[in-house]
């Protein structure tokens, strides 16, 4: 399955974000807030089981200059494998002249689930993201499939971040160099412009970027820890 999704916000007249563009295709359904206000809210729901060995699946979100969005998943993601043994895809691009909150619920790596998930953004010189990823390696007392995710981000064409983690290779993630064994890796990136130190804890970290914004990266044996780490950094 091939799909692609498009979202636009923008500011009105009165100074509230609201959509413009709401482009929808199965599994990627775009549900906005109907709501008035600084910050437009839009869930995004999985209106199928995706994503299946062999789906393909973008969402191009845009976003004008002083307008705020505020995305937002509703159920964790199941990256499942597929009858024709191909792995799957998503792509997810953002090009920003305002701020944005991405917050998808956890991604859960099946059994012999192969997956590519790439996060590309364009920020212009005031735009601001925050993105959060939850990865969860298999469901209870089961093995985890692979995965790869990739987050490419630039400022006015400068390179803000370009990172990658693969997890899936029991001997990498059992290692102190991968996962140390914890079932569950989360990341937390902000671009601003507010400067922060270097922070960390017990299976935790916060990395300064040189141009500007913050890396979060935590582990723990559940989604509750973890998400609640990232959530306090």
């Given at each position: ?6 979202l636009?916000?923008?500011l ?10 709401l482009?929808?295709?199965?599994p ?8 008035v ?19 393909s ?9 002083g307008?705020s ?13 597929g ?22 619920e956890?991604?859960?790596v099946t ?15 005031h ?13 209870s007392?089961?093995k985890?499939?692979s995965?790869?995710?990739?987050m ?7 390179p ?39 922070d960390?804890?017990e299976?935790?970290s916060v ?5 500007g914004?913050?890396?979060?990266t ?6 509750v ?9």
């Amino acid at each position: 399955m091939k799909a692609s999704a498009r979202l636009v916000v923008a500011l009105d007249s009165h100074g509230n974000s609201v959509v413009r563009v709401l482009r929808s295709m199965t599994p990627l359904t775009l549900v906005p807030a109907r709501r008035v206000g600084p910050v437009a809210l839009v869930h995004l729901v999985s209106s199928v089981t995706a994503p299946l060995g062999g789906d393909s699946l973008s969402l191009t979100v845009e976003v004008g200059p002083g307008a705020s969005l505020d995305l937002r998943g509703v159920a964790a993601t199941l990256v499942l494998p597929g009858s024709s043994g191909e792995p799957s895809s998503s792509l997810v691009r953002f090009r920003l002249e305002g701020s944005v909150s991405y917050l998808p619920e956890p991604t859960v790596v099946t059994a012999r689930a192969r997956h590519t998930a790439v996060v590309e953004a364009e920020l212009d010189g005031h735009a601001e993201l925050r993105l959060r990823e939850v990865l969860v390696l298999g469901r209870s007392g089961e093995k985890a499939g692979s995965l790869s995710s990739t987050m490419r981000a630039t400022r006015c064409g400068k390179p803000l971040l370009h990172q990658q983690l693969v997890v899936g290779d029991p001997v990498v993630d059992g290692s102190p160099a991968g996962l140390a064994g914890r079932r569950v890796v989360g990341s937390s990136v902000v671009l601003d412009a507010v400067e922060r130190p270097a922070d960390g804890g017990e299976w935790w970290s916060v990395v300064p970027l040189a141009a500007g914004g913050t890396l979060a990266t935590a582990l723990g044996d559940d989604v509750v820890t973890v998400t609640r780490v990232l959530d306090a950094i």
